[in-house]
């Protein structure tokens, strides 16, 4: 029977959002991201354009992570699709005619329904994890600036046990008030200070950022297409960075949120909430870093298809890459199964009487090529993934090695 991505991935997804049902809250950080395979030039039937002549697939997922310690947990949905290419424009065509062309298209873009447009995306990812998890479990969506949109607001009201933190990305007009949400919130009196981790990212050196923060309820206009709804009630927090470095572009996030923001407990919360967002970021770079995912040169189905699979591995790369950093003394058996385990113990010269979970990275890591006199180095995510995979390649050995005998 053929196969396809999302058969690879639901059986994943199923077993995320089992084990999330048990707790009380879980966070469902959301992203997409952009899978190029200019390269290809042929089999060129089922990728689609990106942004600066890319030509390839995008993937949106999202990723459970715990609410407390940041821990990722695994996925609980993911999509992915091609855009379509545009039909190139008649021969010989005049200004006046590209125009109305043009004209034509934007009418036909505007006109079609939001469940036919990319960004539906974040709406059907509010419905899809609802439905997985169940009722027992309460899921705040995390999303960057590309997740706000009315209808993601919209939908909160019409869903039971889902919330959200969101990044504005627009200066948005509010009901009943003169002022825009920033020139309202730059209105109300910094309520606390509050001190928070940065990662490096590609513009931004690593620090503790000191942040002055507002909060406050307010009420967003509704746009015309969404008349009929009911209020968009959030509450926002705004934190501004104090006294940047020098060089450094200050932090400055204007959150909302559809959780009560009455305390400044919750309000850090928030805040602490929004930074696990970069985990998802994190997931799609060792998705291409570490199972390089863009090097293979296959026709879409079936780069479809090995893409479920690789999906599911990275996220299998970061959540034992975390759980070694954040709880290295769980048992080994909480990140291997115990044929894995076997073969680890035979392939490794010094076992130690407890098997652990850093045990079990830095086994994986060494068939990977992990060097062990340059233990005070991380562990990085190829010679993991290098490893992980050498792994695979054994365990098949010995079941065809049981088999034969």
């Known amino acids: ?201 590609k513009g931004r050196s690593a620090r503790t950022a000191k942040l002055a923060v507002r909060c406050c309820l307010v009420e967003l206009q509704r746009p015309a297409r969404l008349a009929a709804s009911q209020p968009l009630q959030i509450y926002a927090v705004y934190a501004t960075e104090v006294a940047p470095p020098e060089g450094e572009e200050p932090v400055s996030w204007m959150l909302l949120t559809s959780e009560v923001v009455t305390t400044v407990e919750m309000a850090q919360t928030i805040l602490r909430w929004y930074t696990y967002r970069w985990r998802v970021e994190e997931y799609h770079k060792v998705l291409k870093s570490g199972t390089q995912v863009e090097r293979y040169r296959l026709a879409s189905e079936g780069m479809k298809t090995l893409l479920g699979f690789l999906c599911v591995t990275a996220v299998e790369l970061l959540r034992v890459t975390y759980l070694e950093r954040t709880q290295p003394q769980l048992p080994a058996q909480d990140v291997l199964t115990p044929l894995q385990i076997k073969v680890l113990i035979a392939k490794t010269p010094k076992v130690p009487k407890t098997l652990t979970v850093a045990w079990a990275v830095q086994a994986v890591a060494r068939l990977g090529g992990y060097l062990e006199h340059r233990r005070n180095t991380p562990i990085g995510i190829q010679v993991l993934w290098k490893g992980w995979a050498k792994l695979n390649d054994l365990i098949e050995g010995w079941l065809l090695a049981t088999q034969e005998t």
């Open 1 to 201: 029977m053929k196969t396809s991505f999302a058969k690879i991935i639901s059986p994943h997804c199923s077993m995320t959002a089992c084990s999330v049902s048990s707790q009380e809250m879980t966070l469902s950080v959301g992203d997409t991201t952009f899978l190029d395979y200019e390269g290809i030039k042929q089999k060129r039937q089922g990728y689609g354009p990106q942004g600066r002549g890319g030509n390839g697939l995008l993937l949106h997922s999202a990723l459970a992570v715990d609410p407390e310690q940041g821990q990722p947990l695994g996925l609980l949905w993911q999509k992915v699709w091609n855009r379509q290419h545009r039909p190139k424009p008649p021969k010989n065509e005049t200004s006046r005619q590209k125009k109305k062309r043009q004209t034509k298209a934007r009418k036909t873009a505007r006109e079609r329904l939001f469940e036919e447009k990319e960004s539906y995306r974040w709406v059907e990812a509010l419905h899809a994890v609802e439905k997985a998890v169940g009722p027992s479990t309460r899921i705040i969506h995390v999303f960057d600036r590309e997740g706000d949109i009315a209808e993601v607001f919209e939908r909160l009201n019409t869903l039971d046990n889902t919330g959200l933190v969101v990044r504005a990305s627009h200066n948005r007009c509010l009901e009943h008030d003169p002022n825009r949400l920033w020139e309202k919130l730059e209105a109300q009196s910094v309520q606390f200070e509050y001190e928070i981790d940065l990662p490096k990212t």
